[in-house]
C-alpha cells in the first residue's frame, strides 16, 4: 500500500435527498470549484474524503483512496466524456451513476488502479467497497444485453458475395516479408485483376515501384504488408516505393504517406487502396503490431474492394488479404438476430456464441456502421471463421448462438500489467498462464442502504490471486435492511475477468437478471456457501467460461452457473460454451463455512435440509457447447469443496422433517445440445422432467415427457474425420458411442417423446435409447418407454431405435457389472393393439424366454415374456464375486464383481430357474430381492451355502418372517414349485448334499401403473440367508449341482427380427413437445424512439463526404413479441467541410517562338537572338490552398538570324 499520503477533505455543505431522480441535476457541487475544496484540489496519489454532495465534470489524476462519507455523495456530469481513477473507492455515503428513473447517458470509464503489492496489507483492495449504510447505484444507458441469431451466419469461406478472396482463391503467399499488390480493373458490373505480386523492401523495391507506376486512370490498386514491412535502412532503392505511392495519391513526391514512416521493420500492420484519378478513394492506414489494418473501397460499379493485414501476437503470423465482394456483406457481414439492436451501436463490440462442441469457436468482433439494416441487424468488422447455427430444429430445439453486447457507455475497469508481477504468487500456474489477475471488484457489505446496478460494462475484474475478491460481491449481506429497496443486478457486461462474474454469498433476495458474463475464470454466476436463499437468476447469459485456480471444480469443471441452494430461482438462463459444465446443481449437506456459523442466527438450512428442498423455479434453461455436462443437477458438496456422487435429492413436504411426505420434483423446458459429455443429468427421486429438447439422464423414480431428441441435426459444426459430415464430442475417440435418451439405474418413465435423426455410419454406433456407459450399477428393466414417435425407419444400416455394447464388444466395459444388464420395457401398438415388450441383453442367461428374438442392429433381444431383475442387496465390495446360473443351460452364466448391489434381468413366469454362486467366499449374510415382481408371477432361485453350514433365513416381503422356523421347508424342488396359494412365498427346500438353499419368489400385489418404484410402493419381494458356521470358501455349488456336460453344453442361437420398424411420427416434432423457442421470454413491450444522436463526423475531411446519425429504440427497449420501434434507426445525408485543396499543375509547353533579335545587337553583331516557349499553371490551376506549380512556366533558347 501507499504511504504517506495526504488526505483532502471536501467542506461540508448541504446534502440533497437521495430521492432525487437525477443525481446530475441535484445541485451538487461540481469538482473542478476550486473553491469547494479545502487546501486545494486533490492531487494524484492523495486520499480524497468527501464529505458533501460531489459531481465529477471533469477528468481527475489518479487517487489512493477515496472515501464517501456517510454524509457524502458523489456522482457524475453526463455531459462530459469522464475518466476517474482511483486505487480504492469506499462508499460509506452514496455512489450514484445515474439513477432508474435517469440513466447515465455521457461516458464514463473509472479504473481502479494499483498492483497486489501496492495493495498490500489491504481486507478489500482494489475494490468499489460499499459499507453498512452506503449505497450503490449505477445505471448506464439501457442496451439490449445480449439476443440469438436469426439464421445461421456463415463462416467466410461460405460467404456468398464473395467474387475473389487471396487466401480463399489460394493465390496467397504466406512466406514473404513485404507488400503484396493487387491491380484491379472494372469491367462493366464485372472486374478483371490485372496483376498481382509479393514484394520484399529489401530486394524487389524497384519492382513495387514498377507495379504502382504502371497503374492506370480507372483502375484500382490494393496494397497491404504481410508479416511485417522489412527493410534495410543501408539500400535506396525503398524510396522508389514511396515515391511512387505519393505519385500515385498527389501527383508528386510528397513526403508525407504513412508506408513513408514506417521505414523501420517493427511489425506495424498496413493496407492501401485507391482507384487512380478517384481523389475520394484513397485509403491508407496502419496499426501496432497485431492490429488489424484494413481500408475498403465500394467501387462506381457496385463492387466492393478490400485489402487488409491481419494482425496477431507474433508478427510472422501477420498475413495480407485482398477480397473482391459483389456487396459489402462479402466484407462486413450482416447479422440478423431476433430482437431490436438499434441500441447497439457502431464501434460496439460483441460475441457470438459456438454452437458445436468446441467453446474456441465463440468469436468477438466489433460493429461497424450499416445504413441499409433492419431494427434487428448489424454488420461486423471480423468476418466469421466458424458457422454460427441460427435455427429452431424440428421446430423445438432452439440452437440459435447467442449474441453478447459487450460495450456499454458507463465502464468500470482495472488497470492491469502487461506481465504477471510476481508479487501476484500464481503467475507460474499454467491456467494463469502470465496473466496479471489481480483486477478491480465491487464489494457491499451488510447494512447497505441500497444496491442497485444496471446496463454498465465491467472488465479486466475479479482476483485469481485471493479468495473473496469478485467481480461483483454481496458479501455476507443476508437479508437487506427493512428500507432497502430489492437489491439488483440487471442488463450488465461483464468480460473478460480473473475470479467469477458475480458471486452471491450468505445473502438472500437479490436479483440477478439479463447480465452477460463472458470469459470469466472459473465458475460465472457463483452461489457460494449453500446458504443464500431466495435469489432470482433470470435471463442471464454465461459464455466461453475459462478454468480457474480458486477451488477445486474451477480446476477441471468450471460451471457457468454454479448453484449451491435449491431454494432459489432459475429461469430463462443460458450457459454457451465453456470449460467444464454450463448449469451446475451441487448442495452440500450442510451450509459450508462460514455461513455455517451463522446458521441459526441467520436462519439458513440445517443439515440434510438441502437434499430435501425443492428448487424454487427451474424452468426454460439453455446450456450447449460444454467440454462437460450441460446442465447437471447431480453430485454433493464437500467441505473442502469437492464433488462427489451422488446428491440423493428428493423434496418434501417439509424439508426440515425427514419423514415428512415426498413431492413430485417438476422441471420444465430444458435444453441442451453439443456438449460433450451429457446435455442433461438429473439426479434425483420423484422427478417429473417436461418438455426437454436433445438429450436428458435420469436417476431411479424419474418421470420424462412431451420431450424431443434429435440425434445428428442440421447443426454439423466443423467435421473433422472422413467419411463424416458433422462434428464429434470426442475427437480423442471417434468411435465413441452416442445415444439420445441414456439411462441410469431406474426405474424411469420416459413418455409422449419424438426421436429423429440416429442413422448409422461407418466410424460410431448412434442410436435414439442405450444406458449409461462405463457404469457398475444395478440397472432396471422397468425403465419404460410409452407412445415413444419414431420419425425415422429402423433396420440395418440404417437408423438405430435402442443399442446395447459396441460393434467389437457386447458391453462397453465388461468389467464393469452396469454393462451386463442394458435393458428396458417398450410400450408399442401394432395392429392397434398394445404390445408390451422387454428388452434385455441378448447373452442365453438374459434371453431365457422362448419368445425372445435378437434385433442385430440393437444387439439386444426383444421379448413378450414378463421380466424383472434379480438383485443382490447384500453387502458388496470388489472382493467376492457373484455368479448367476440358468438352470435350463447351465452354461449360460453371468459373472458380477458386485461392487455395488445388483443382478440380471430374469423372466417372471417361472420358465427358468436359477442359482446363484459366491467366489472365493461368501459372506454370513446374502439376500436378494426382485424388482417388478406383481401378483401372478414366479421366480425360482437357488442360493449356494456351505455344506454343513447353519443357516437361518428371512423375508420382509411379500411376508414377514423372521427365522426359518416361520417358513415351511419342502421334501423336494417339485413340491416347492407346486403352487399352493397358502405356502407359496412361506417355503424353501434345503439339499444337504450340496448346500443349496432354493426359495421360490411371489408377490401379492400388482404394481400401480403411476407407480414410480420398483414395486408397488417400493415393497419387492425380498429373501435373506444367515450363515453362522461352516467354511465360507466352500460357497461355489455349480460342480456339485450341475454335470460337466451341462457346463459345458451348446448355446441355442437366438431366431433374428430383422424386419424394418417404419417410423411411427413425420418429422415435425408434435404441438407442445419440447422445449420450443427460448427466447423471447419477456413479457410484451413495444418498444419507443429516443432522440436522434448528433451527426457523425464527416467521412471526408475535404471534398464531398456522408455522414449519418442514429435514434435508439430503448424508450422503451421493445420485449418479448412487442412491436418494434417503426421508422429508420438511422439517416444519412452528403457533407463537406471543405473543398479539397487542388495542387496546381502546368499544362504543356507552348511551340518555340520566332527567334528574335536581342536588344544588345548592333551593325556590327546583329545575328544573335531567342526562342522562348511558356506554360501556365492552369491543368488545373492552385486552388483551395493547394501547392502551387514547381518549376518555371518560362523557357528560352539561343537562336540565329543569320544563316551563317
Known amino acids: 500500500m501507499f504511504e504517506g499520503l495526504l488526505t483532502v477533505a471536501v467542506l461540508i455543505s448541504s446534502v440533497l435527498s437521495a430521492a432525487s431522480v437525477c443525481p446530475h441535476e441535484s445541485g451538487y457541487r461540481k469538482w473542478s470549484n476550486l473553491g469547494g475544496w479545502t487546501g486545494g484540489k486533490p492531487t494524484a496519489g492523495s486520499n480524497v474524503m468527501i464529505s458533501d454532495s460531489v459531481i465529477v465534470d471533469e477528468d481527475t489524476p489518479g487517487f489512493y483512496n477515496v472515501t464517501i462519507a456517510a454524509s457524502g455523495a458523489l456522482t457524475f456530469d453526463p455531459k462530459v466524456d469522464l475518466q476517474f481513477r482511483a486505487a480504492n473507492i469506499i462508499v460509506n455515503g452514496r455512489f450514484e451513476i445515474g439513477s432508474e428513473d435517469c440513466p447515465y447517458t455521457g461516458n464514463l470509464e473509472i479504473t481502479l488502479t494499483g498492483t497486489r503489492a501496492d495493495h498490500a496489507g489491504e481486507r478489500d483492495p482494489k475494490a468499489i467497497l460499499v459499507t453498512s449504510g452506503g449505497t450503490i447505484e449505477i445505471h448506464g444507458e439501457p442496451k439490449r444485453a445480449w439476443t440469438k441469431l436469426q439464421g445461421t451466419l456463415l463462416p467466410d469461406n461460405k460467404n456468398k458475395a464473395i467474387l475473389y478472396d487471396h487466401e480463399i482463391n489460394g493465390t496467397e503467399n504466406t512466406w514473404t516479408n513485404g507488400i503484396g499488390a493487387y491491380t484491379v480493373a472494372l469491367r462493366g458490373d464485372s472486374y478483371e485483376i490485372l496483376k498481382w505480386g509479393i514484394y520484399n523492401l529489401r530486394s524487389n523495391s524497384q519492382q513495387l515501384a514498377a507495379h504502382i507506376n504502371s497503374v492506370q ?450 422441471l420444465r423446458r430444458i435444453t441442451g445440445y453439443k456438449n460433450r459429455n451429457f446435455n442433461v443429468w438429473i439426479e434425483g427421486g420423484l422427478l417429473d422432467v417436461s418438455r426437454v429438447s436433445e438429450g436428458q439422464q435420469f436417476q431411479r423414480a424419474g418421470k420424462l415427457s412431451r420431450s424431443v431428441v434429435i440425434g445428428q441435426s442440421p447443426n454439423k459444426g466443423v467435421p473433422i474425420f472422413a467419411g463424416l459430415d458433422h462434428s464429434l464430442p470426442f475427437t480423442w475417440s471417434p468411435n465413441a458411442v452416442q445415444t439420445g435418451i441414456t439411462m441410469w439405474k431406474g426405474p424411469t418413465k420416459f413418455s409422449d417423446i419424438w426421436l429423429d435423426s440416429f442413422t448409422s455410419n461407418s466410424v460410431y454406433d448412434i442410436a435414439a435409447i442405450g444406458k449409461n456407459r462405463n457404469s457398475p450399477y444395478f440397472f432396471s428393466v422397468l425403465t419404460e418407454f410409452t407412445n415413444i414417435s419414431f420419425a425415422f425407419d429402423d433396420q440395418t444400416g440404417g437408423g438405430t431405435y435402442a443399442i446395447s455394447g459396441s460393434k467389437t464388444n457386447r458391453g462397453w466395459e465388461l468389467n464393469r457389472d452396469g454393462e451386463q444388464i442394458s435393458g428396458f420395457t417398450l410400450n408399442t401398438q401394432q395392429n392397434g393393439h398394445a404390445v408390451k415388450y422387454y428388452v434385455v441383453k441378448p447373452d442365453p442367461l438374459s434371453a431365457a424366454a422362448a419368445d425372445c428374438k435378437l434385433r442385430p442392429n440393437w444387439r439386444l433381444a426383444m421379448c413378450k415374456t414378463k421380466y424383472g431383475n434379480l438383485r443382490y442387496t447384500g453387502l458388496t465390495d470388489d472382493t467376492m464375486k457373484v455368479q448367476f446360473v440358468r438352470d435350463q443351460i447351465p452354461s449360460a452364466q453371468l459373472q458380477f464383481e458386485m461392487k455395488t448391489g445388483t443382478g440380471p434381468q430374469v423372466v417372471l413366469d417361472g420358465s427358468s430357474t436359477y442359482t446363484v454362486h459366491f467366489t472365493p467366499f461368501t459372506r454370513d449374510v446374502v439376500q436378494f430381492k426382485v424388482p417388478g415382481m406383481e401378483r401372478g408371477d414366479v421366480l425360482r432361485v437357488g442360493v449356494c451355502t456351505p455344506r454343513g453350514a447353519a443357516f437361518d433365513l428371512q423375508s420382509f416381503f411379500p411376508y414377514s418372517l423372521n427365522g426359518k422356523g416361520k417358513f415351511t421347508v419342502v421334501s423336494s424342488l417339485a413340491e416347492l414349485d407346486r403352487t399352493d396359494p397358502l405356502f407359496d412365498g412361506k417355503k424353501y427346500y434345503y439339499d444337504a448334499t450340496t448346500g443349496m438353499i432354493y426359495y421360490k419368489f411371489i408377490n401379492t400385489q400388482t404394481r400401480n401403473p403411476d407407480e414410480d418404484q420398483e414395486c408397488n410402493n417400493g415393497s419387492c419381494p425380498e429373501f435373506r440367508v444367515i450363515i453362522s458356521s461352516g467354511n465360507r470358501n466352500d460357497s461355489d455349488c455349480r460342480a456339485r449341482i450341475y454335470t460337466s456336460n451341462q457346463l459345458s453344453m451348446a448355446v441355442p442361437t437366438l431366431p433374428e427380427f430383422n424386419d424394418v420398424m417404419p417410423a411411427n411420427s413425420d418429422k415435425t416434432a408434435p404441438e407442445g413437445y419440447g422445449a420450443g423457442p427460448m427466447a423471447p421470454f419477456r413479457a410484451d413491450v413495444n418498444g419507443g424512439w429516443s432522440e436522434w444522436q448528433t451527426w457523425s463526423a464527416c467521412s471526408r475531411t475535404c471534398g464531398e463526404g456522408s455522414q449519418y446519425r442514429l435514434r435508439k429504440c430503448n424508450n422503451p427497449l421493445p420485449e418479448g413479441n412487442g412491436a418494434p420501434c417503426v421508422g429508420l434507426n438511422a439517416e444519412t445525408r452528403v457533407c463537406q467541410l471543405r473543398f479539397c485543396a487542388i495542387n496546381g499543375e502546368f499544362s504543356d509547353w507552348t511551340a518555340w517562338s520566332a527567334c528574335s533579335a536581342l536588344s544588345s545587337n548592333d551593325g556590327t553583331y546583329k545575328c544573335s537572338g531567342i526562342s522562348e516557349r511558356t506554360r501556365a499553371c492552369d491543368a488545373p490551376p492552385t486552388q483551395y490552398d493547394g501547392e502551387l506549380c514547381e518549376g518555371s512556366s518560362r523557357e528560352i533558347k539561343p537562336c540565329r538570324l543569320c544563316n551563317n
Open 217 to 666: 486512370v480507372g483502375e484500382i490498386l490494393m496494397m497491404a504488408s504481410q508479416k511485417r514491412i522489412d527493410v534495410d535502412v543501408n539500400q535506396t532503392d525503398r524510396f522508389l516505393v514511396y515515391d511512387a505511392l505519393e505519385t500515385l495519391v498527389s501527383g508528386e513526391r510528397t513526403g508525407k504517406s504513412i508506408l513513408r514512416s514506417m521505414d523501420k521493420s517493427d511489425g506495424r500492420t498496413w493496407a492501401f487502396i485507391m482507384q487512380k484519378g478517384n481523389q475520394g478513394s484513397v485509403q491508407e492506414t496502419s496499426n501496432n503490431q497485431g492490429i488489424t489494418s484494413q481500408t475498403v473501397f465500394q467501387a462506381p460499379n457496385g463492387l466492393v474492394l478490400m485489402s487488409e493485414t491481419k494482425g496477431t501476437k507474433d508478427f510472422f503470423n501477420q498475413g495480407d488479404n485482398f477480397r473482391i465482394a459483389s456487396s459489402l456483406d462479402g466484407v462486413y457481414p450482416r447479422v440478423t438476430v431476433i430482437d431490436d439492436v438499434t441500441t447497439w451501436l457502431p464501434g460496439d463490440k460483441v460475441a457470438i456464441a459456438t454452437t458445436d462442441y468446441d467453446p474456441i469457436q465463440t468469436e468477438e468482433t466489433q460493429i461497424v456502421f450499416c445504413g441499409d439494416c433492419l431494427h434487428n441487424q448489424f454488420r461486423i468488422n471480423r468476418r466469421p471463421v466458424y458457422t454460427h447455427y441460427g435455427e429452431i430444429v424440428a421446430g423445438s430445439v432452439d440452437m440459435r448462438a447467442e449474441v453478447a453486447m459487450l460495450t456499454r457507455n458507463v465502464v468500470i475497469r482495472g488497470a492491469m500489467e502487461a506481465v504477471c508481477p510476481q508479487n501476484n504468487g500464481n503467475c507460474n500456474d499454467s491456467i494463469v498462464n502470465g496473466l496479471d489477475t489481480f483486477g478491480a471488484h465491487i464489494k457491499i457489505l451488510r447494512g447497505f442502504a441500497n444496491a442497485r446496478m444496471s446496463n454498465f460494462e465491467l472488465r479486466q475484474a475479479g482476483q485469481q490471486t485471493d479468495l473473496g475478491r469478485y467481480p461483483i460481491h454481496f458479501h455476507m449481506t443476508f437479508n437487506k435492511t427493512t428500507s432497502a429497496a430489492v437489491p439488483y443486478i440487471r442488463s450488465v457486461s461483464i468480460h473478460n475477468t480473473f475470479a467469477r462474474c458475480i458471486t452471491i454469498h450468505g445473502s438472500h433476495g437479490i436479483m440477478v437478471k439479463d447480465n452477460v458474463c463472458y470469459r470469466p475464470m472459473g465458475h460465472g454466476f457463483f452461489l457460494e456457501d449453500g446458504g443464500e436463499m431466495n435469489n432470482v437468476f433470470d435471463g442471464n447469459l454465461a459464455m466461453d467460461v475459462l478454468k480457474g485456480t480458486l477451488e477445486p471444480a474451477d480446476k477441471t469443471r468450471p460451471s457457468g452457473f454454479w448453484m449451491t441452494n435449491p431454494k432459489n430461482s432459475f429461469v430463462n438462463n443460458v450457459a454457451a460454451g465453456g470449460n467444464g459444465n454450463g448449469i451446475w446443481f451441487v448442495f452440500p449437506d450442510t451450509p459450508l463455512p462460514p455461513s455455517r456459523e451463522l446458521i441459526q442466527q441467520e436462519g439458513l438450512m440445517t443439515t440434510g435440509e438441502a437434499k430435501r428442498t425443492m428448487i424454487s423455479v427451474f424452468e426454460n434453461n439453455l446450456a450447449h457447447s460444454q467440454a462437460g455436462f450441460g446442465i447437471l443437477i447431480g453430485n454433493s458438496l464437500k467441505d473442502d469443496r469437492t464433488t462427489h456422487c451422488c446428491n440423493m435429492w428428493q423434496p418434501l413436504v417439509d424439508p426440515k422433517n425427514n419423514k415428512s411426505a415426498e413431492l413430485q420434483i417438476p
